[in-house]
């Protein structure tokens, strides 16, 4: 049966997921993060892990519980999440970046609570590191799959991620679209290939598409092997 052939086919392969947004501190009451609910990096674990996949999911904070069978590592800011990643990415066979990682953070942390004053406030913001593109740059053998949330000219922006990350695949999805991405339970994808190949995946559950995911990266995986 199908399913069984697939299953077998992740047995023994080692796969690193993220997952949700990541929390920027500001003061010991506040931080700046995203809307990213973590469903479809959790949906991606799970599903790898079902197919007997050994799985590290590195997740942002999430209301989910940690999927069954899976090594779940939380992590707050982007911070510990390029931290998390980088120390578990040797030996790992695909990596799947799922989590919406805040591209700035404050410039500073304040140690008590900011108190209001009478004008306006300004936080001044720095970028955070690119993990992805930095996985891109250090990868030897493993498979690199990335997420792109956009609203607007999805396959340009999608595809000039997968190049300047040096990425096999890119899932792309539009954020505005009702029933897809941040916090929706269902999930609408175009996947971008390194060799040309778009395949699009019609609105569904965040599992069912996880599972096509899971299949396309798994055929991209076994076309290296050869
Ligand atoms: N990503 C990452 N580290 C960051 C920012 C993004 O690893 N500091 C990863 C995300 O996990 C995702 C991919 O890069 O897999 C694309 O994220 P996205 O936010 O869509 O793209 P950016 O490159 O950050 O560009 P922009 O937000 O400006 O569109
Ligand atoms: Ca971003």
Redesign the pocket.
């Known amino acids: 049966h199908f399913t069984k052939l697939e299953n077998k086919s992740w047995q023994g392969k080692k796969i690193l997921v993220?997952a949700g947004p990541t929390q920027e501190k500001i003061d010991p009451v506040r931080f700046y993060s995203n809307r990213s609910s973590g469903k479809m990096g959790y949906a991606i674990a799970e599903e790898a892990a079902e197919r007997g996949a050994e799985v590290i999911l590195i997740t942002g904070p999430t209301n989910i519980k940690p999927p069954h069978g899976v090594t779940t590592i939380p992590v707050e800011s982007?911070s510990d999440?390029?931290d998390a990643?980088t120390k578990h990415f040797e030996g790992q066979d695909i990596v799947i970046?799922?989590?919406?990682?805040?591209?700035y953070r404050p410039k500073t942390t304040f140690d008590h609570k900011v108190k209001k004053q009478s004008g306006d406030l300004t936080v001044e913001m720095e970028?955070?590191?690119?993990?992805?593109?930095?996985?891109g740059e250090q990868r030897t053998n493993q498979i690199l799959?990335?997420?792109?949330?956009?609203s607007e000219n999805i396959e340009t922006?999608a595809k000039n991620?997968l190049n300047?990350?040096n990425l096999d695949m890119?899932a792309a999805n539009s954020i505005i679209s009702p029933g897809t991405g941040f916090q929706s339970d269902t999930n609408e994808l175009l996947l971008y290939k390194r060799d040309g190949q778009t395949v699009h995946i019609p609105m569904t559950t965040k599992k069912e598409a996880a599972k096509k995911l899971l299949d396309n990266t798994l055929e991209i995986y076994m076309e290296k092997q050869k």
């Open positions: 993220t982007a999440m390029y990643v970046k799922a989590a919406a990682v805040a591209d970028r955070t590191l690119d993990i992805l593109k930095t996985l799959v990335g997420f792109a949330a956009e922006y991620k300047n990350k890119i």
